[in-house]
Structure formats: C-alpha cells, structure tokens
C-alpha cells in the first residue's frame, strides 16, 4: 500500500498519474489523501482508495496511514504562519502516526542546502530541512528529493513574458544554479515508492542536467518563444514589501526573503550531478513543452484555463 499526500498538486497529481499505470503490476495497492476529492482527476478516482481531510490533521493521517507500507509526503505551502509551524507543525501529526503503524518508507519534497554554509539561516529551506529531521526521527527509511527551484515558478511570470518581456528574481544576474521539471521530482519519486530496496535516512539531489543563471534562462526563453526576454533582478526590500502587502505573514515572508538571499550566495550550488533514473528534462525543452504554449496563449485562454 502506497499512501500519496497533495495528490492534485503540482508534483502529486503527476506522480499519482505515474503510480496508476504501474502499481499494479507489482501488487501495489495505492491510497490519496485529499481535501477535496473532486479534484481527482475523474479516471483515477475509482483506481484509488481516497481518504478525505488534511493530510496535518492527527485523525485523516491516523486513517491514511493504517496498513501503509511506504508514503510520498509533501507539505502544501502556508504562508498564514511561520515557516516552522508550516513544515514541522504540519507535519508532527505524520511523524507520529508512521511510528504508530509501523510505516516503513516515506519519501518527501525538500530541498537543497544540508550541509551549507547557508543551511541555518535560509528561511524555508532551513525549515524545510528541520522537518526532514523530524520524519527520519519517527524510525522510517527516509528519502528527502533535495530540490532546487522549479522551472514551473516561471509560469508565474508568464503575464510579464507575453505582456513586457521580462522576468524577475532576487539572484545576481550571472549567477548559475540547478533548476527542475516537477515531472522529473515526480519520476524519482516513483521509483523509490515502487523498488523500497533502500534503508536507512538520506538525501536524493534531483536536478536538471545543468546549471543555468538567469542571463541563460532568458537567453534560452528568448530563442524558444522568438521574442526577446530579459531579466530584471528584484531588490529583497522590494520583493519583503510585496508579499508583506498582499497580507502574508511576517514571519513567512521573512522565511522567503532569508532562502532567497541564501540562494544568491550559493545555497543551492556546488551539487554533483549523479546519474537520475530517466533523463532529466532540460530547460529548452520545458520551454518549448510548458512555458511556450503559456506565454502565446491569448489573455482570454488562459482566464479561461
């Protein structure tokens, strides 16, 4: 029995996808814990069993997790409440629950950084890793994806791509760093649920084949979209009164502001690039397959998506 949390987001509805087609052939009974299971994806509902509720409510983790032999775990964001109460607040009633059932495996999205000069003072990641720690305290094998940024945060800017040409981030313009496809995050973790030959407490770096800076990825986006984009580099005080302003909390926002500047020095670099089950997706090719389609996208279509 394999128990997947955050099924319709970004990474677990692609996961989830994966695990339908190949569960079966080797006896894997499959469980999702959703808040609203009318967001499943209509061909996988009657394929599941669905549990109803948080995953970070004690009674919905008790119920999911009875008879589990493995778990993907990732945690929604929140930025309602600190970065600890988002991570290992959230996650505490999990931990206690796979002692409780005696869970064997559970694989989890982090992040980048164990180990860094940066890893104390880097705000989300640094919370992050704290609830890494607390999971492979509960006496599960534990595997963390040690993530870098998404590819899929630029979707965000796809407005400012199509309207002004421009991108934005806090990180110094020449910086390289790694970057993911969330299906390449989706794809490792499928493989460690499906072959739990593993043991033991460990990272999982999952990166793109290499390091880009934002002056690549603009001048990758450029030839992709055949239309000029550049990058505009976001001050942190800037970038702190924005999300302040949208109402964020206090602490959240600090949380993101200390991971942005811990990435700007370097947080997430200095990784070496060991063989991934199945290619990685390169940014051109994303390009071309997800961001492409977004930005050429009318106005009106994407409202409407």
Avoid at 112 to 141: C, E, F, K, Y
Avoid at 161 to 174: K, L, P, Q, S
Avoid at 176 to 189: G, L, R, S
């Amino acid at each position: 029995m394999i128990v997947i949390t955050a099924p319709t987001g970004n990474i677990g509805r692609r996961l989830l996808s994966l695990l339908v087609e190949a569960a079966p052939a080797r006896g894997e009974e499959l469980r999702v814990v959703v808040r609203d299971p009318a967001r499943l994806p209509e061909a996988v509902r009657g394929r599941v069993e669905v549990v109803t509720g948080s995953h970070g409510d004690a009674a919905t983790v008790e119920r999911a997790f009875a008879g589990a032999d493995a778990v993907f775990w990732l945690v929604p964001p929140d930025a309602s409440t600190t970065p600890d109460e988002a991570y290992s607040g959230f996650t505490r009633p999990a931990a206690r629950a796979f002692a409780a059932h005696g869970v064997g495996h559970v694989v989890g999205v982090s992040a980048l950084g164990r180990g860094t000069p940066q890893a104390a003072q880097a705000g989300l990641v640094t919370a992050s890793l704290a609830m890494d720690d607390l999971i492979a305290d509960s006496g599960v094998a534990y595997r963390a994806l040690a993530c870098p940024s998404f590819f899929e945060n630029l979707l965000e800017e796809a407005d400012s791509i199509r309207e002004n040409g421009v991108f934005t981030d806090t990180v110094a313009t020449d910086r390289p760093a790694p970057m993911v496809a969330v299906a390449d995050i989706a794809a490792t973790a499928a493989g460690l649920l499906l072959d739990r030959s593993w043991t033991g407490v460990g990272s999982v770096p999952v990166l793109g084949p290499q390091d880009l800076s934002p002056n690549d990825l603009a001048r990758i986006m450029t030839e992709q979209l055949g239309r000029p984009v550049r990058y505009q580099r976001q001050p942190l005080d800037e970038l702190r009164s924005t999300l302040l302003g949208y109402g964020l909390n206090e602490a959240f926002v600090e949380g993101m502001i200390d991971m942005k500047r811990a990435k700007d020095q370097g947080l997430d670099s200095g990784i070496d690039r060991s063989p991934q089950a199945g290619q990685a997706t390169g940014f051109a090719q994303w390009c071309a397959q997800t961001l492409k389609p977004t930005v050429l996208a009318t106005p009106e279509a994407v409202d409407a998506h």
